[in-house]
């Protein structure tokens, strides 16, 4: 739990600068598409004067409905772009901290690993997760696993590989269920007052 809270903590202290650029920018964006619409609109209103006041103001609203929607669309995507950028960053933070990420990786294998598995590492892991390291947490688990051979297509943690099934615990599945726990606890601290 204590791994959770601070990488949500770092999560939110991290994003906050990001966050409040990424809504300074969205603001000016759904401006210029507002100004845009109301040029086009007044345009439209001197062409179709002849045609009458009332489809002129149907138009108009037409447009700042659409431009509205164009808007909101666009925020949202800015959004959830901020929040995978967000959890990316909690993600390489963790494998800065090599203390903490042997912690961490010692701490999922033991809890995960049964007798046979074999541990498969990323390329860039090579350096913290060697043979002497997975002999420690076998011994200190009283389970029998071994390093994999192959290296696996992820950015950090680990695969344990048995002869049943296989088991991801690699950081991107691990970030993927901690964003599903504490996302709207995360966009609720970022974007306070949307």
């Not at 901290?97 to 046979?116: F, M, Q, S």
């Amino acid at each position: 739990m204590n791994d959770k809270n601070a990488v949500i903590d770092k999560i939110i202290s991290d994003a906050q600068a990001a966050a409040d650029a990424l809504r300074q920018d969205a603001r000016q964006k759904a401006e210029k598409i507002l100004s845009a619409a109301q040029k086009a609109a007044d345009a439209y209103r001197k062409e179709a004067l002849s045609g009458g006041e009332e489809r002129v103001a149907l138009a108009l609203e037409r447009a700042k409905s659409v431009d509205a929607l164009d808007s909101r669309r666009e925020l949202s995507a800015c959004k959830s772009a901020l929040l995978d950028e967000v959890f990316a960053l909690a993600a390489k933070a963790l494998k800065e901290d090599k203390k903490a990420y042997k912690a961490y990786l010692t701490r999922v294998i033991k809890e995960n690993a049964e007798d046979g598995d074999k541990v498969v590492i990323c390329k860039e892991d090579e350096k913290v997760v060697t043979a002497a390291f997975i002999a420690s947490i076998a011994k200190s688990a009283k389970k029998k696993i071994t390093p994999g051979g192959a290296r696996g297509e992820f950015a950090g943690g680990v695969v344990l590989s048995g002869d049943r099934y296989d088991k991801n615990l690699t950081l991107e599945e691990e970030m993927r269920l901690i964003r599903e726990e504490c996302e709207p606890l995360v966009a609720k601290a970022l974007f306070k007052g949307e």
